[in-house]
Every structure is written in structure tokens, then in C-alpha cells.
């Protein structure tokens, strides 16, 4: 991806603009897809029981919240590596992965628990028949 920040990169902008607006765009689409999941799962009250909806709620929360971290982490990285070495942030980098790993399998499990206990809604049992062909012979 390098190729695409440096197409991306104006001469008169400061490398840290070049390299985020990328990075902010790329983010762009999983944050307003998680946001409209949100706002879908909790409208559509008749489709879901509460069970489901607040996992549903859950785990599209938790995977906005690791998407927006991860790109914030993204974006101040190339500050990070200025300054200090990458010997020195070697932890933090496998650290925030992993952290990053875990938010994503987390979110994920509680969208996959929303569908499971979703199960589909019995519709109603339909009225008893009535007129002469089913009386009873009580009636």
C-alpha cells in the first residue's frame, strides 16, 4: 500500500495528512456500516427478541469501537515510530495487535450469539373455523 500513499501525497502537505486521509477513508465505510447496524438492530424491535437485540447492539458496538481504535492507532503510529525506534515499540505493536485481535473476535461472537438465540418468531395460531361444516355436535 505504499503506492497508494505516495499517489495520494500533495507537495505542500505534510506527510502525517498524506498518510491519514487514507487511512481515515479506508475506515469510512466499516464505521457507517457498524453505525447503521446499530440503529437497524435497535428500530427493528419486532424482529429480534431482547436477547438478541442487545447482543446484536453488543457486538456491532464492540466492533465500532475496534475499528476506530485501530485507526487512531494507524494514523499516530508513523508519530510513535518518529519517535522512538521500532526495537523500542516492538511490545506495543504485538500488544495492540493482539488487542486488536481480541475486540474483532469479540464483536464477531456476539453477532454470531445474536443470530443463534434469534430463532424465528411462531406465528400466531390461526383463528378457530366456524359455519355450519364444523359444528360440533354440541352445537
Do not use: K
Amino acid at each position: 500500500m505504499p503506492w497508494l500513499i505516495a499517489a495520494v501525497r500533495v507537495p505542500d502537505m505534510d506527510w502525517d495528512y498524506a498518510y491519514a486521509i487514507p487511512q481515515l477513508l479506508f475506515a469510512t465505510p466499516t464505521v457507517i456500516t457498524l453505525v447503521v447496524g446499530i440503529v437497524l438492530i435497535a428500530v427493528r424491535r419486532d424482529r429480534l427478541g431482547p436477547r438478541s437485540r442487545g447482543l446484536g447492539i453488543a457486538g456491532c458496538a464492540v466492533l465500532l469501537v475496534d475499528g476506530l481504535a485501530n485507526t487512531v492507532y494507524t494514523v499516530a503510529l508513523p508519530q510513535l515510530l518518529r519517535e522512538r525506534s521500532i526495537s523500542d515499540l516492538n511490545v506495543v505493536i504485538g500488544v495492540s495487535g493482539l488487542f486488536f485481535v481480541l475486540l474483532n473476535c469479540v464483536g464477531l461472537a456476539l453477532l454470531v450469539a445474536a443470530l443463534v438465540t434469534a430463532g424465528g418468531r411462531q406465528a400466531p395460531p390461526p383463528p378457530a373455523p366456524w359455519g355450519p361444516a364444523y359444528r360440533t355436535p354440541e352445537g
